[in-house]
């Protein structure tokens, strides 16, 4: 039983069942305990591998794509940076574009110190802040990218009832972190789901995402600039996607907390709606945006100072990324973009 799952224990034997979004929070960001704020959870060496570490072609699309026509000076930002990987790949790439490196303020939205300390060595070299909340990006023309940001955060459960809505918990049987459900009750929050479920149906929601929306959507609506959001999802949410990653592998969400990656499906609708006063993208696969974006052309580049064991990692890593049966349909690309202002390269209208 890990450290964490006592202190649990001890608080739902003291005052009573928590929601998936307490336990989310205690498991990834508890001080001592937590998954992000105790180890660097990517890579091979890690728990699961992000689009940015298979290939250094997915970090220079998105920074091709994000920065065109980028104002003389701007804010280049990311959340959830991981490893500092995607934001080191864009600026490489997007360095090309005449004047960028001079307009560029690189902000990285991060709250784990350990993951702080190895970004501040991939991208040594970059003047870098770090922020703790998007509250705290500047007031200025706003050039954003959110890679596998939103899927962390903490979400709650609800189960539709014929009296209305019981959350699903996390509570204790015979000593043990266990699933169980609240008491009925109306949500006036998921009135609108009311014609799209069925009793027994679970949808999730995730508050705290539409805060982070609403305050980036603010300073592209009075600033200028755009905001890439991709992640694994779907429009609307519907069904359990409740998940834990350990070494690679899906792991029971209640087995080791601390030591596993909890994550959940984005509801690709949900985090469109507080993005108020800008235009939003349709909701866009992975691999159709990259591919759009020139990816083959790339890899078909690169592919030629390649061979051997070299070439077929390459291979693979292109396949990865765009594939239907790999990262290519499960993962989505989200764009935000002014009013009156393009799409961003690569998104359906």
Known sequence: MTPLAQS?????????????ADYMTDCLLHPQHGYYTTRNPFGTAGDFTTAPEISQMFGELIGLSLVQGAPAAFTLAELGPGR??????????AGAVPGFSNAAQVHLVEASPALRKRQKQTLSGTHVTWLDTTDQLPQAPLFLIANEFFDA???????????????????????????????????????????????????????????????????????????????????????????????????????????????????????A?????????AMTQQGVFLERLGITQRAQALARNLDGDALRQHIAAHRRLTHPQEMGSLFKVLGLTPVGC????GLDP
């Open 8 to 20: 649990l224990i001890r608080r739902i034997d003291a005052t009573g069942p928590i929601s998936i």
């Open 84 to 93: 500092g990987t995607l934001m080191a790949d864009a600026l490489r790439a």
């Open 153 to 271: 955060l903490p979400i709650r459960q609800f189960i539709r009832d014929p009296a209305g809505w019981r959350e699903r918990q996390v509570g204790l049987a015979d000593n043990a972190l266990s699933f169980g459900l609240g008491d009925p009750a109306p949500m006036a929050e998921l009135a609108h789901r009311l014609p799209d479920t069925a009793t027994g149906d679970l949808v999730e929601t995730r508050t705290p995402a539409q805060p982070i929306v609403q305050a980036i959507a603010t300073r592209i609506a009075n600033h200028g600039g755009a905001a890439l959001i991709v992640d694994y999802g779907s429009w609307q949410s519907l069904g359990d996607t409740f998940q834990a990653l350990e070494q690679h592998q899906t792991a029971d969400p209640l087995a080791n907390p601390g030591q596993a990656d909890l994550t959940a499906h984005v509801d690709f609708q949900a985090l």
């Open 273 to 281: 709606k507080p993005a108020t006063g800008v235009t939003h993208s």
């Open 342 to 345: 393009p799409l961003l390269p």
